[in-house]
């Protein structure tokens, strides 16, 4: 049976990612009916009016709220809550929104018996998840945290190769994801501010939690020095990050984050990692170029200002297929994919003590984050934003009955 998805959210991630990926799903029979909810119709009338989804996929569409016909400016923060309570139970929703808006909103749609997919991070307390982690089993929910560079085939590579002994043992690292100036002018400007995120928090996650995919290792500390700056409405946030992570066995990885790669750059962003590794006898080494991959365009078209583009086809691109229109392909796919499809499974059981049996297998397989597997990454957040507010200073992770963060 195909499953009902809800999207609440309508911005950048669900035009170039989400959206794409659920109109391939309903093309092949696992979706079934999408509605996207946002706060305005404003992301919801550039979703419906997009050049690139409709060439993608002709015909295809969503129902909204609220609707493209209405004129009106009028925001309705709670509006997903009258169209999750109307689901019918053992479908999905999926959390688009800024990071301090997930806790709720994943909490009513699993009250409702609605599976769950939400972009990274979970949310930004380690009670929190944990919270999520026991209504979710008691009820035989499934809850997926989007951490898509999980399903790249590069991580999924190099996580096999070090847990065979390939590499011998993590011992410092390095790792940086610059996005693009641009996003200072997007709706950035109106939620990131120094109250809310920073950096690190937003996307540095996605390299400490694939040091834990790949390693096994957990983090114990963390300390964050960020850099503050005025968007365009005048809003301040730390528009800069540096951070350093040590693990359990003592080793290190410094992560690098910021809005500011230039637009006119050849990459749409930089981002990368280099992990050094030692057995008893030799060296072991692991390095990803995630923002270029070997692939460079120039274009002889006359539309771009910016006709010379490093391209990195292996996150999410839209290729020709033997169908109509054009396809995703790409771990960015691959991860929304694993949990529709993961959701879908669990739902098709018929009894609580089944669905539970499905869950915990999921969690102990590891590819696909879920609380139950990575609220480390909640600790993280904590213990980042505990530094980050007090200039830098470490903090640490303490793991046991009741995990906690404290500053050193």
Request: with cysteine.
């Amino acid at each position: 049976m195909p499953i009902d998805i809800t999207v609440i959210g309508g911005g950048m991630i669900v035009h170039d990612q989400i959206l794409p990926s659920l109109y391939q799903l309903q093309r092949l029979g696992t979706v079934g009916n999408i509605l996207i909810c946002a706060q305005s119709n404003v992301r919801i009338k550039d979703l419906v009016n997009s050049p690139a989804l409709k060439a993608a996929f002709p015909g295809m569409g969503f129902k909204a709220y609220p609707p493209v016909t209405d004129d009106s400016s009028k925001t309705d923060p709670a509006g997903y809550r009258k169209f999750i309570g109307e689901m019918k139970p053992g479908n999905m929703v999926i959390c688009a929104t800024p990071d301090h808006l997930h806790y709720d909103i994943i909490k009513f749609a699993l009250e409702h018996d609605q599976h769950v997919m939400t972009v990274k991070p979970l949310v930004l307390k380690h009670a929190e998840a944990l919270n999520l982690e026991k209504l979710a089993h008691a009820r035989g929910l499934f809850v997926g945290v989007e951490y898509h560079k999980r399903f790249d085939t590069r991580a999924l590579e190099v996580r096999k190769g070090y847990r065979a002994g390939r590499f011998g043992e993590f011992r410092m690292g390095e790792a940086k994801l610059i996005e693009p100036y641009n996003y200072r002018h997007s709706n950035f400007q109106n939620w990131f501010t120094c109250e809310n995120t920073d950096p690190f928090v937003y996307i540095g996650c996605h390299y400490v939690d694939l040091t834990n995919f790949i390693t096994g290792l957990k983090p114990v500390q963390v300390s964050v020095q960020g850099v503050k700056g005025k968007f365009p409405n005048g809003n301040v946030g730390y528009l800069w990050s540096a951070g350093r992570v040590v693990f359990e066995n003592g080793g290190i990885l410094s992560v690098i984050n910021g809005l500011g790669y230039p637009d006119e750059a050849a990459g749409s962003n930089d981002q990368g990692m280099t992990f050094f590794c030692e057995s008893a006898e030799r060296g072991g080494l692991i390095s990803h170029n995630d923002q270029f991959r070997g692939v460079a365009h120039s274009y002889a078209d006359g539309k771009t200002k910016f006709p010379f583009r490093f391209v990195s086809p292996d996150y999410m691109r839209l290729v020709p297929w033997q169908g109509e229109g054009l396809k995703p392909v790409g771990y960015g796919y691959g991860s929304i994919e694993a949990s529709v499809q993961a959701a879908q499974r669990v739902s098709q059981l018929g009894t609580l003590a089944q669905r539970q049996v499905a869950l915990d297998q999921i969690d102990s397989a590891g590819l696909i984050a879920t609380p139950a597997n990575s609220s480390f990454n909640e600790l993280v957040i904590e213990a980042a934003r505990l530094s980050i507010l007090n200039d830098g200073r470490n903090a640490r992770i303490e793991y046991g009955s009741t995990p906690s963060v404290r500053l050193v």
